[in-house]
Nanobody, 122 residues
């Protein structure tokens, strides 16, 4: 089973930036994505990228602020988060779907990391 480990979270002030990383235990050409879940909220899709980066998808609330990318040689996924707002405070999760299709649904993901906390203060 593929293991995913997130890193790069922390506590920052509004307007600051963070870069999250996700390391996979083995090489994968499937879809990789970031989700987030705040207390009392459902887990939601944030950004996704297909195997070669030709298809990228973002939820509307983060467009223009977040940038998702991947490095297949390193088996890593990244999320550059700029202009952070307090409403972005959440646990961010890395996920993998081995399918060739671009899927945003939580239940379509086959593997999950344990998450990394991002806290944005005003």
């Amino acid at each position: 089973q593929v293991q995913l480990v997130e890193s790069g979270g922390g506590s920052v002030q509004a307007g600051d930036s963070l870069r999250l990383s996700c390391a996979a235990s083995s090489h994968t050409l499937g879809t990789m994505a970031w989700f987030r879940q705040a207390p009392g909220k459902e887990r939601e899709f944030v950004a996704g990228i297909n195997w070669d980066g030709t298809i990228i998808d973002y939820t509307d609330s983060v467009k223009g602020r977040f940038t998702v990318s991947r490095d297949n040689a390193k088996n890593e996924l990244y999320l550059q988060m700029d202009s952070l707002k307090p409403e972005y405070t959440s646990v961010y999760y890395c996920a993998l779907d081995a399918s060739t299709a671009m899927i945003r649904a939580v239940d379509a993901m086959e593997f999950w990391g344990k998450g990394t906390q991002v806290t944005v203060s005003s």
